[in-house]
Antibody, heavy 115, light 112 residues
Framework: QVQLQESGPGLVKPSQTLSLTCSVS??????????WSWIRQRPGKGLEWIGI???????HYNPSLKSRLTISVDTSKNQFSLKLTSVTAADSAVYYC???????WGQGTLVSVSS | EILMTQSPLSLAVTPGESASISCRSS???????????LDWYLQKPGHSPQLLIS???KRASGVPDRFSGSGSGTDFTLKISRVEAEDVGVYYC?????????FGQGTKLEIK
């Protein structure tokens, strides 16, 4: 059974960098069968696609975040990560990691941007 | 960027009745493989999204056959037959034909 778990700070100060890691169990990122995804959900809002990464490091990003976003993969740890720089309150959201567009998705982690 | 438009944005359904949600895309989602790259998701209150339908009409594992997806090109429909109380939540369509993947605004289903 494939499971994903997000981890990282729940509070980030404005202008700093938001860093999250997704740990995958029950599947190997390096088998190349899927992309691995990040989405987010601002409080009371809909789902927003952030980006995806392939085991090789190939990425696709949401253009609205591209200038601030880096998604990376560590196949040795079976993890992939998200870094979002220069955050503002608008980046406060529940962040989910998932397998491709098919899921499953992690339980989500709430990140608040506040001083 | 492909724009996804759902309607209605909310609906209230009596248990046992059916419900339909429409999703329209600004570009055709029909791939040259013959599949429509359109998924349907349900997000139950307080939970992560869960896949219901992929490739326009393929029910995900464990999803009751009360859920069905149809449509092609730019017009898609999710139908829920015999709505149950456990079906409450927000339904999203998602296009995965091209990056950036884009979600519809979501449709909130409530039980009367």
């Amino acid at each position: 059974q494939v499971q994903l778990q997000e981890s990282g700070p729940g509070l980030v100060k404005p202008s700093q960098t938001l860093s999250l890691t997704c740990s995958v169990s029950g599947a190997s990122i390096s088998d190349g069968s899927y992309y691995w995804s990040w989405i987010r959900q601002r409080p009371g809002k809909g789902l927003e696609w952030i980006g995806i990464i392939y085991y090789s490091g190939l990425t696709h990003y949401n253009p609205s975040l591209k200038s601030r976003l880096t998604i990376s993969v560590d196949t040795s740890k079976n993890q992939f990560s998200l870094k979002l720089t220069s955050v503002t309150a608008a980046d406060s959201a529940v962040y989910y990691c998932g397998r491709d567009h098919l899921g499953p998705w992690g339980q989500g982690t709430l990140v608040s941007v506040s001083s | 960027e492909i724009l996804m438009t759902q309607s209605p944005l909310s609906l209230a359904v009596t248990p046992g009745e059916s419900a339909s949600i429409s999703c329209r895309s600004s570009q055709s989602l029909l791939h040259n493989t013959g599949y429509n790259y359109l998924d349907w998701y349900l997000q139950k209150p307080g939970h992560s999204p869960q896949l219901l339908i992929s490739l326009g009409s393929k029910r995900a594992s464990g999803v009751p056959d009360r859920f069905s997806g149809s449509g092609s090109g730019t017009d898609f429909t999710l139908k829920i037959s015999r709505v149950e109380a456990e079906d409450v939540g927000v339904y999203y369509c998602l296009q995965v034909l091209q990056a950036p993947w884009t979600f519809g605004q979501g449709t909130k289903l409530e039980i009367k």
